[in-house]
C-alpha cells in the first residue's frame, strides 16, 4: 500500500504557472505508474498525465500537452506537475494516483491522494 500527499496548489492569475508535488510513503515508490488527475465543480474526474515507473514514458491528455509537463524524482518518492499558461478552464482540485501498471483511465487507479486545490483566475 502507498500513501500519498498532495501540495502546490493556490491561486494564479491566468497565464502563470504551479508546480505540484506528491509524496509518496509506504511501499517502494518507484514500483508505481503514477498519475494526476483533477476534477471541476460538477464534473467527472479526468485524467491530466501519467508516467511510468522509470519515468521514461510520459502521457498527456490533449487539453494540457505542451503546457504540463509530469517528471518524479525515484530518490524523494516524489512525482510532480508543472503547469504552465494556467487558463482558467484548468480550475479544479488536482489528485495524484497511483497503481502497477500503464493505465490512464481513472477507475482503474488504487491509491489516491487527498487532492490540492488549483484556481486559475482570468
Known amino acids: 500500500q502507498v500513501q500519498l500527499v498532495e501540495s502546490g496548489g493556490g491561486l494564479v492569475q491566468a497565464g502563470g504557472s504551479l508546480r505540484l508535488s506528491c509524496a509518496a510513503s509506504?511501499?517502494?515508490?518507484?514500483?508505481?505508474?503514477m498519475g494526476w488527475f483533477r476534477q471541476a465543480p460538477g464534473e467527472e474526474r479526468e485524467f491530466v498525465a501519467a508516467i511510468s515507473r522509470s519515468g521514461g514514458i510520459t502521457y498527456y491528455a490533449d487539453s494540457v500537452k505542451g503546457r504540463f509537463t509530469i517528471s518524479r524524482d525515484n530518490a524523494k518518492n516524489t512525482v510532480y506537475l508543472q503547469m504552465s499558461s494556467l487558463q482558467p478552464e484548468d480550475t479544479a482540485v488536482y489528485y495524484c494516483?497511483?497503481?502497477?501498471?500503464?493505465?490512464?483511465?481513472?477507475?482503474?487507479?488504487?491509491?489516491w491522494g487527498q487532492g490540492t486545490q488549483v484556481t486559475v483566475s482570468s
Open positions: 509506504g511501499r517502494t515508490f518507484s514500483g508505481y505508474f
Open positions: 494516483a497511483a497503481r502497477f501498471s500503464t493505465s490512464i483511465r481513472v477507475t482503474e487507479y488504487d491509491y
